[in-house]
């Protein structure tokens, strides 16, 4: 998120104030300082005009509150996306596979190249995979 303006701390307080279950909670990550003054493009990881990143962590021991707790961590990133400028690929999991580019931005053309250089057979893809270039 490039910031933390009134509706987006509204949305933030709101789901705080919500969460189905004591294990969860939203924290907000920062990008500052050193980190911010490099260029989108010199590295993979673009966001660097974004400095918040919030994290919605959805946690619960009873697997029968699981539908309220999945479904409040998606509703608060819902709530959220208008917001968002993009999103950090570390923050990603097993069924976003449709979300790596967004991760990379204008970078992921320069990363599938070097991956189709690198790596052709896709040996790294048990993570957020940037697949090679065709």
């Given at each position: 998120m ?6 987006a ?6 789901y ?5 279950s004591a294990?969860?909670g ?60 993009g ?12 979300r790596?580019?967004a ?32």
């Open positions: 490039a910031d933390l303006g009134e509706e701390i509204d949305i933030l307080i709101e705080a104030s919500s969460k189905p294990l969860s939203i924290a907000i990550q920062t990008v500052f300082g050193v980190a911010s003054r490099v260029a989108p493009d010199a590295t993979a990881f673009r966001h660097r005009a974004f400095p918040y990143a919030p994290i919605i962590v959805s946690q619960w021991l009873d697997p029968a509150h699981t539908a309220e707790n999945v479904a409040w961590a998606r509703d608060c990133w819902g709530a959220l996306h208008p917001f968002a400028g999103v950090y690929v570390n923050d990603l999991g097993e069924n976003d596979e449709e790596v580019p991760a990379y931005g204008g970078n992921y053309q320069r990363l599938a190249a070097l991956k189709k250089k690198y790596d052709p057979d896709n040996f790294f893809r048990l993570n957020p995979n940037i697949k090679p270039a065709a």
